[in-house]
């Protein structure tokens, strides 16, 4: 079983930065975030896999960052040049064997109770 726990939504203007955290009780092989807006399917949007490989959808490509710091097993998800598109509720996500695939990130086994995202223009 693995416990995650996000935090770090707010509202914020277009143009501005926010930085969302997610304490893990341990790390696994994939890690992830997806958003999701009202209305809207799920999207991964960033992924990052034990041998540090990462990934990013296209529409956060250049404007988001995924780390983590493994002495405080702590997930981020930097995030500048917010748009108004990108306001939704956020989850961080983990799996040890669902892939490294951005699409199934909203269905990995473990996620955390989502932190919201408001984006005003």
């Known amino acids: 079983q693995v416990q995650l726990v996000e935090s770090g939504g707010d509202s914020v203007q277009a143009g501005g930065s926010l930085r969302l955290s997610c304490v893990v009780s341990?790390?696994?092989?994939?890690m992830g975030w997806f958003r999701q807006a009202p209305g809207k399917d799920p999207e991964g949007i960033a992924l990052?896999?034990?041998?540090?490989?990462?990934t990013y959808a296209d529409s956060v490509k250049g404007r988001f960052i995924i780390l983590k710091d493994n002495g405080k097993t702590t997930l981020y998800l930097d995030m500048h040049n917010l748009k108004p598109e990108d306001t939704a509720k956020y989850y961080c996500?983990?799996?040890?064997?669902?892939?490294?695939?951005?699409?199934?990130?909203?269905?990995?086994?473990?996620r955390g109770q989502g932190t919201q995202v408001t984006v005003s223009s």
């Open positions: 341990r790390f696994t092989r994939y």
């Open positions: 990052l896999k034990d041998n540090g490989a990462i």
């Open positions: 996500a983990a799996d040890n064997s669902r892939g490294f695939v951005l699409g199934r990130i909203p269905t990995y086994t473990w």
